[in-house]
């Protein structure tokens, strides 16, 4: 579930690659398609690379984070010159952070190695695009492709019930129906990021296309046995803490039959015990001990 936005963020710049090039500001007019981002011979692959056909030709690499990493600097530097080899043309990175939980100095749009003595030896920079400081009215101005990340912009929560509506209204005009499906469970999954599960479904309730959506009625179903299978996960837990708590009680009942009153140190040893199984050997073993520190001197 948690990694389910990086197929949609592989899968919307291979549909609508103009789009993607243009949030980065590459003119609409300009040809762009996508190509292999794999760079396999240090087993890795970008996130999504696009080559943009100029009359000098360059790379567009795309890489998404929705997560803090200290390393992306350097990983950014690694893809960068991975691709530049492959595909032997110049390569512009642009970083796409899509919450500010993602920012931190690993995404800062610079990378500076030094030596021992403190001499810089590499310099590498690169672009940063923090979605949530992104006007939506800009979002809007621009293709498709890219509408299912307004959510993720520099927006309100009353303002969302507006731009959904002008979202609909978009692809409604200019999309197919079957693509329509897919770019409303694209805008689901994203809005998961930043917003509670309850909250996406009753703004997106309303949507036609969502409702018919066999991808966003399985990502439903999905959580549904999700949170069917964690309370399943809990009642288990709880049962079996309910047989333990009942266990330590029978043996402190039963030991202080036989030994007296437990000291604190001992019911905080029996407290400690969380297997059944020593449970029981404990409970076994009070006939054949003359006290508390006997009982349970092979647990020290």
Not at 48 to 67: C, M, N, T, Y
Not at 91 to 112: H, K
Not at 186 to 203: H, I, P, R
Not at 260 to 265: D, E, L
Request: glycine share 6%; aromatic share 6%.
């Amino acid at each position: 579930m948690s990694k389910r936005f990086d197929a949609i963020l592989k899968h919307l710049p291979e549909e609508y690659p103009q789009d993607w090039a243009w949030i980065a500001g590459v003119d609409r007019s300009t040809s762009v398609t996508v190509i292999d981002a794999d760079v396999s011979t240090v087993s890795a692959a970008a996130d999504k690379v696009l080559r943009i056909g100029e009359r000098d030709p360059w790379i567009l690499h795309l890489e998404f984070q929705a997560s803090r990493d200290v390393n992306l600097g350097d990983r950014m530097l690694q893809y960068n010159v991975l691709l530049r080899n492959r595909h032997s043309l110049p390569v512009r990175s642009v970083l796409i952070l899509l919450r500010p939980r993602a920012a931190g100095r690993g995404a800062t749009g610079q990378v500076e190695w030094r030596l021992p003595s403190g001499k810089p030896y590499l310099a590498f920079e690169y672009e940063v695009l923090r979605l949530w400081q992104i006007s939506p009215e800009t979002l809007l101005k621009g293709g498709i492709g890219t509408l299912p990340l307004l959510p993720l912009s520099q927006v309100t929560r009353p303002e969302l019930p507006r731009l959904i509506r002008e979202m609909s209204s978009r692809f409604d005009r200019e999309v197919q129906q079957s693509d329509v499906d897919s770019l409303w469970t694209d805008t689901y999954v994203l809005m998961g990021l930043e917003y509670e599960k309850a909250f996406v479904n009753q703004l997106l309730q309303g949507v036609r296309s969502m409702k018919e959506s066999v991808t966003y009625q399985a990502i439903l179903e999905e959580g549904r046995e999700e949170g069917l299978e964690k309370g399943r996960e809990e009642g288990r837990e709880q049962g079996l803490e309910e047989g333990r708590e009942q266990a330590r009680r029978m043996l402190l009942a039963l030991g202080t039959k036989r030994f007296g009153k437990p000291p604190v140190k001992i019911r905080k040893s029996i407290a400690a015990i969380t297997e059944p199984v020593v449970l029981e050997h404990l409970a076994v073993r009070l006939l054949d001990v003359d006290s508390w520190n006997d009982l349970l001197a092979d647990l020290s």
